[in-house]
């Protein structure tokens, strides 16, 4: 079934430059400075998901695993913004893998974009402004809203 309202980005190119820049200083390593790569900073996020929320834990099996994909999906994602929409078909992938989990539930990933904004805003402290976390916001909704779209649309055809 077909999405009646397709999720849309419109970014501007500072704010894809904002987030590709912020994304590669936040997952590059750098003992001087503490900074963690991809995966690092997606075990961050999870920790905090399940502090917030412990009943989520249940839903992930492998967390290590789960982290190096999150780290991996964002990665793609900010690599793409110049033309975000060529990565739909993997985003709409994984909406149908999370469409298959008993327990996923669209508000849980306004859950994990909550506290992916409140991970970046600890990391970048002072740094993370206004300007710099609406691009992000956007990137996250566009992400979450496709992979949502897909989970629905599958859970939609298996009733």
Same mark, same amino acid.
């Given at each position: 079934?077909?999405?009646?309202?397709p999720?849309t980005?419109?970014?501007?190119? @500072?704010?894809?430059?904002?987030?590709?820049?912020? !994304?590669a200083?936040?997952?590059?390593?750098?003992?001087?400075?503490?900074?963690?790569?991809?995966t690092?900073i997606?075990?961050?996020?999870?920790?905090?998901?399940?502090?917030?929320?412990?009943e989520l834990?249940?839903?992930?099996? @492998?967390?290590?695993?789960?982290?190096?994909?999150?780290?991996?999906?964002?990665?793609?994602?900010?690599?793409?913004?110049?033309?975000?929409?060529?990565?739909?078909?993997?985003?709409?992938?994984?909406?149908?893998?999370?469409?298959?989990?008993?327990?996923?539930?669209?508000?849980?990933?306004?859950?994990?974009?909550?506290?992916l904004?409140a991970?970046?805003?600890?990391?970048?402290?002072?740094?993370w402004?206004?300007e710099?976390?609406?691009? !992000?916001?956007?990137?996250?909704?566009?992400?979450s809203?496709r992979?949502v779209?897909s989970?629905?649309?599958?859970?939609?055809?298996?009733?």
């Open positions: 079934m077909a999405v009646a309202d999720i980005i419109s970014l501007t190119t @500072d704010e894809i430059s904002l987030v590709q820049d912020s !994304w200083e936040a997952t590059t390593p750098n003992a001087a400075n503490g900074d963690e790569p991809a690092a997606a075990s961050i996020l999870y920790a905090g998901l399940f502090s917030l929320h412990p834990k249940e839903l992930f099996h @492998d967390i290590n695993r789960q982290s190096a994909s999150l780290g991996a999906v964002l990665g793609v994602a900010i690599g793409a913004l110049g033309d975000i929409e060529s990565i739909t078909p993997a985003l709409e992938s994984l909406g149908k893998l999370h469409g298959r989990i008993p327990g996923v539930q669209p508000e849980h990933f306004d859950v994990v974009g909550n506290i904004i991970t970046f805003s600890d990391k970048f402290g002072e740094k402004t206004p710099l976390q609406a691009p !992000w916001v956007k990137v996250y909704a566009y992400v809203g992979i779209a989970m629905l649309a599958v859970r939609e055809a298996n009733v």
